[in-house]
């Protein structure tokens, strides 16, 4: 698998947070959390899952592709 081909350039450290709560991942990979008191934190997050809520900030959590990395089950080399 050419991972080059899906891996959109890093995020710049200003550019906003599109995604929010519900939406669906369309890649998979690492992604920056964007709290709404400014914190930030990472996560792995999968492609075909939705975003999630925040346990504090709820609805008003965003989420923004710091790079895409795909899960080894997503690699055509290791399918059955």
Do not use: W
Request: proline share 10%; charged share 25%; with cysteine.
């Amino acid at each position: 698998m050419d991972f080059t081909s899906i891996s959109p350039q890093p995020a710049a450290p200003d550019a906003p947070c599109p995604y929010e709560p519900g939406d669906q991942v369309q890649l998979t990979g690492v992604y920056e959390i964007c709290h709404k008191d400014g914190g930030k934190r990472m996560a792995l997050l999968l492609r075909h899952q939705h975003f999630p809520q925040c346990n504090q900030c709820g609805m008003e959590v965003r989420f923004r592709l710091l790079k895409a990395a795909p899960h080894i089950r997503e690699d055509q080399d290791f399918q059955r």
